[in-house]
């Protein structure tokens, strides 16, 4: 569902083209009574645009993940429980399933070092570069309540950033403590209209959204690793991060961006979506990689685009009950 494209996202998809672990490790914890895939060792073997797909794939489930969890909120305040329930199992399966194949398939995880770098090379952009644009076009076009956020972004980024270095010192020459987590500053999300004029501030919002739902994907991604590895500090550090993307960054963001709505409306934004990736996106993707031999990721793409269209089924059926 809701496959943009993003700077930071296409940063990652260059690094991680260019330097896909030999060895990946694994994606996310596995949910109650499920074990975690086993590592692909031939990531690396996959064509560019196969790559390129997996790519779009994971920042789609990242972000899928992070907005039902809204949709699901609102629904609990809407007294829709079945409704908040099915947001949340469809977010579950968006993170824990399709996200996690996808990363594991695409090699998206290495050692621990390697891992810090890339999250540093993510964070110093989005410090130094991106949310500092942001900020001063939204100044520009007169969304002064999206300039603060994006430049206490910009200044958070720069924390996380610091933290990695230290962690990434401690981590290639055993000496030293891996800094503490940070906490999140918890933003609820209620349903409302956006809060910013500009169709400028519209789109970095856009982008801003996606790239801290995937940020939180990738953090869990390298905190079961860490955990895996048995550095339980570097995993209680990333676990925090990720909760500051997703609980302060993306939930702020969605607050101006206007995010969520009533719940048929949100109902309905999830059928256009799901269905789009259950006719459209997936069967593309797969058809691409199976026109190039990656065989192992067209079969991924053909049954997450079966799961999609569950879920669109899912989704308009409750929709249709509240008619």
């Not at 996200?99 to 989005?126: D, F, K, S």
């Not at 607050?255 to 009533?262: C, I, K, N, T």
């Amino acid at each position: 569902m809701f496959r943009h494209s993003t700077r930071t996202f296409v940063v990652g998809l260059c690094a991680l083209a260019a330097a896909a672990p030999a060895a990946p490790a694994l994606a996310l914890v596995a949910p109650a009574g499920g074990a975690p895939p086993a590592p692909h060792a031939a990531a690396r073997a996959l064509q560019a645009q196969t790559l390129a797909d997996l790519a779009t794939a994971m920042k789609g489930a990242a972000y899928a993940h992070a907005v039902y969890g809204l949709f699901a909120a609102e629904a609990d305040r809407q007294d829709l429980p079945a409704v908040g329930k099915l947001f949340r199992s469809t977010a579950q399966t968006e993170l824990h399933e399709h996200l996690r194949e996808a990363a594991t398939l695409a090699g998206m995880v290495g050692g621990n070092a390697a891992n810090l770098r890339q999250a540093i090379e993510g964070e110093t952009y989005e410090h130094e570069v991106m949310y500092r644009r942001f900020a001063e076009e939204a100044r520009q076009d007169g969304d002064l309540e999206a300039a603060k956020l994006f430049g206490e972004i910009a200044a958070d980024e720069g924390r996380h950033r610091d933290a990695f270095r230290t962690a990434l010192a401690v981590v290639t020459t055993g000496g030293g403590t891996v800094p503490a987590p940070p906490k999140a500053d918890m933003v609820s999300v209620p349903a409302g209209m956006p809060k910013v004029k500009a169709a400028r501030t519209k789109a970095n919002l856009d982008t801003a959204l996606h790239g801290e739902g995937l940020a939180h994907a990738k953090y869990m991604l390298f905190a079961a690793h860490a955990r895996q590895t048995g550095n339980a500090a570097l995993a209680r550090l990333w676990e925090g991060t990720a909760e500051v993307e997703l609980r302060e960054h993306f939930a702020g963001e969605a607050v101006l961006a206007g995010l969520v709505r009533e719940t048929g409306e949100n109902l309905r934004m999830a059928v256009t979506g799901e269905r789009d990736e259950a006719t459209t996106g997936y069967p593309g993707f797969a058809e691409r990689a199976t026109a190039v031999g990656d065989g192992a990721a067209a079969r991924f793409f053909r049954d997450t685009a079966a799961d999609q269209a569950r879920h669109a089924t899912a989704f308009q059926e409750a929709l249709d009950r509240m008619s």
